[in-house]
């Protein structure tokens, strides 16, 4: 019902900013709660950020509040993670995911999610 595809991963020196997107299809984008999340190697995937479906509320991992930031933008099916001061601890494959109804607490177990993308690469240097 919901295919999203990431974009944005890339290099970057340690401070610099990344702005990643989720595209998504779907024909009920707003009724879906979207998450961030991420893998490093050796490591499980975690929780980063999670949006509600009209944006009014966010949620973010202790690790990355006050650098990133979640927004999304309906009209366009759009999730986007601004991620400011990159550390290199925030090298992982990030992805994006989807889970219907409404958010009411964070959402920020992998296993609440129904839909997820197929990554995107980010690497933070020195």
């Known amino acids: 019902q919901v295919q999203l595809v990431e974009s944005g991963g890339g290099l970057v020196q340690t401070g610099g900013s990344l702005r990643l997107s989720c595209a998504a299809s779907g024909r009920t984008f707003s009724s879906y709660a979207m998450g961030w999340f991420r893998q490093a190697p050796g490591k499980e995937r975690g929780f980063v950020a999670v949006?509600?479906?009209?944006?009014?509320?966010?949620y973010y991992a202790d690790s990355v509040k006050g650098r990133f930031t979640i927004s999304r933008d309906n009209a366009k099916n759009t999730l986007y993670l601004q991620m400011n001061n990159l550390k290199p601890e925030d090298t992982a494959v990030y992805y994006c995911?989807?889970?219907?109804?409404?958010?009411?607490?964070?959402?920020?177990?992998?296993?609440?999610?129904?839909?997820w993308g197929q990554g995107t690469q980010v690497t933070v240097s020195s």
């Open positions: 995911a989807a889970t219907p109804g409404y958010l009411i607490a964070p959402k920020d177990s992998a296993r609440m999610y129904d839909y």
């Open positions: 949006i509600s479906g009209r944006g009014s509320s966010t």
